[in-house]
């Protein structure tokens, strides 16, 4: 088993213990109760990693600084980590905080545009090396 990359308790951040206000005074809007998808897809990324590394909640907690409700709440999409601990989450598992995210960039269609790309410059120096031989052939006949 891994050594705990802290351990030495985290204090939370002030802003998450409670529902804070802007600087007009209006209050925030509780979000915890609509999560967003992203919220909901990190949640599902990081149970599967846990669940791999058949890790309980409260083991992947003590690794990383946090309690094992914490987990939950971001495996459940009820709330979401500060960045210290996405940070020390992607270290645990050797991941970025994309993979973790789940934010992934769509291969086929960068794969579609590069062969589409391809197929442009292909057809260019086809028709290219056509005009050269029209070219010469119009030079030919005229010295003729």
Request: charged share 30%; hydrophobic share 35%.
């Amino acid at each position: 088993m891994q050594q705990p990359l802290s351990t030495r308790p985290l204090a939370p951040h002030p802003a998450s213990t409670s529902t804070g206000s802007h600087t007009d005074g209006a209050a925030l809007e509780d979000l915890s109760l609509t999560p967003d998808a992203e919220l909901v897809r990190f949640g599902i990324n990081l149970r599967r990693l846990r669940e791999a590394r058949q890790l309980s909640r409260a083991a992947l907690g003590h690794q990383i600084g946090a309690s094992g409700k914490a987990i939950e709440h971001w495996e459940e999409a009820t709330g979401n980590p500060a960045v210290r601990y996405l940070v020390r989450l992607a270290l645990f598992f050797d991941v970025s905080i994309d993979e973790l995210a789940g934010i992934t960039r769509d291969v086929d269609q960068e794969q579609t545009k590069l062969g589409y790309l391809l197929k442009l410059h292909e057809q260019i120096d086809t028709y290219g090396r056509r005009l050269a031989e029209l070219e010469r052939d119009v030079r030919e006949r005229r010295s003729d």
